[in-house]
């Protein structure tokens, strides 16, 4: 029996109807894997991490966007719409594409990136770009998906948040129970919220008898729930978190007081200290958004948390490779040896 | 219980030792998903893809890394090193570091292409390149390696090859059958010549009835195997496949002959044409090398091939994201437009 993604697999606990298409590019089912050298650094009675960046699309995005566009189907929607230039953008342009559906990108104006849209270019998706900022293209996205027959998949589509909470079901499924801590980024909060959904489904369901503590962190330029107040240009090197004004800020506070959790922050120094770590100790190349999590992990261990008898999951939200640029900022320069064993063995220091 | 990697999964079938360290970066286990589009286009009774773009390091690489740094470890080797532009130093590298072994990847001379070294970068990896080409870089590997305390890591390691056989296991694990039909891409004929061991194994041990037909192609420009002799300057816009000299030749052509498969070739542009169908219909960035699979199946059926009531597994083999460049060669332009619903509106085709 084939696979079928996380639609079928959780069909019971999401919005899936008779009328709703089972399909799947592969997302869910994501790798949980043990810390091989942090969880001993730290003194941590287990560490895990949840690679998200593993999904088809690399990254969690692919989780909420599966359900969305099965719902944008059942509904006879022909396109889908969303404001982003980055991982939703590519996740909505892939899963749109396989599904024969019209997908609409709508960008600020400003430098673009294209190795942030090249995913979104590769599958075909429309994009336009506007004289104006994020918010403001966000604004126009919703009206016109209120005015014309396209669905938006935006976080505001409630079946993205649906979709994202069966990563809580993975790893209760995986671990036989839930983790003491779940450490995971914040930005538009939409991942912490859905989590916390999945864990408290699971609770009430009686799969677990304890939920997590939720642990979530912001990037120190870009930390609107910390601050309490919009931040109106958020600056950050992890774009992914880069939000002023999180479209879930409520229900992540929710979160986060309810599982007597923390949400904190963390400078872009600890975020590129915890990607560094992670890619030459641990193995893991995350893109920096990712790295807020472990990031917030070492801040709290710093200050004297006792994780000796705790279980934690770090949630690692997308690939490396979506912000290569990052990880050759601190290039070598390859000084051409002469091709003899010689010269070799004298610059690896065997000689 | 927490998913532990392939070399637990499949440790019965795979040179693991009670020495053996059974550790995992969450290799494996990759995506088997249906296609969406392309299957009913082309008239195939069930046509799946094997997205090993979905492995830790975005290549079906990790499956032979994982066994050959578990080896290196039960040999108290203390680093790994390797001939690779690609995704092979990619792994080598992340894999290397989570273990805290010295991973030294030996280039060619040349423009070095930075997107192609970010992973071995990022990972810490000691880059050493020489004067002089590939040929010659495999050579000084191989002499250091016979010289001093280090794993040799590329393809000519016996244990590279076991790990990636793994991926014909999953195949038949989950389908519950062969597929009929099995069509991959072929470079260094590594990848080819594991998937028919596995397929061989499972069938010895009673697993399958029936053993796929091999179906391997190599770029036009790099396919020594189906011209017969060397080609001393491969070249194609598939670099993952751009090999003149495979090391598994011979084995290439016993899969083959052994399957009653094909070994044949595609042109770049038929290469480009399946990169771009897989994203704009499949929802699928796969790594152009990775399409000659899909380039394969698409030749073969223009020609007539009858595959109706055929199962059809095409191996995708790397993540879209190692090479974005492609990707974005034939970018649209922007233009920004104003914001306001009418213009927006217009652009689409709404008004």
Known sequence: MVKQGILSRYRDLLPVTANTPLFSLGEGDTPLT??????????????YYKLEGCNPTGSFKDRGMVVAIAKALEEDNRAVICASTGNTSASAAAYAASSALDAIIVIPEGKIA????AQAIVHGARIIAIDGNFDLALKIVRSLS???????VNSLNPNRIEGQKTASFEVVDEMGTAPDYLFI???NAGNITAYWKGFVE???LGKIKQKPKMMGFQAEGAAP??????VDNPETVATAIRIGNPASWQRAIAARDESGGVIDMVSDEDILEAYSLLASKEGIFCEPASAASVAGLLKLTRRGMDLSAKSVVCVLTGSGL??????TRK????TVLPANLADIEKAIGWD
Do not use: M
């Not at 043990?34 to 560490?47: A, D, T, V, W, Y």
């Not at 209120?146 to 938006?152: D, E, G, N, S, Y």
């Not at 729930?225 to 919009?230: L, M, P, W």
């Open 202 to 204: 699971y609770y009430q």
């Open 114 to 117: 294209l190795g942030k849209l």
């Open 34 to 47: 043990r810390s091989p050298q942090l969880e001993n650094k730290i003194g941590c009675g287990s560490l």
């Open 146 to 152: 209120q005015k014309h027959q396209v669905t938006l």
């Open 225 to 230: 729930i910390v601050r309490g107040h919009v």
């Open 331 to 334: 290039t070598p320069s390859f």
């Open 322 to 327: 979506k912000d290569v640029d990052t990880a």
């Open 185 to 187: 980024p914040v930005g």
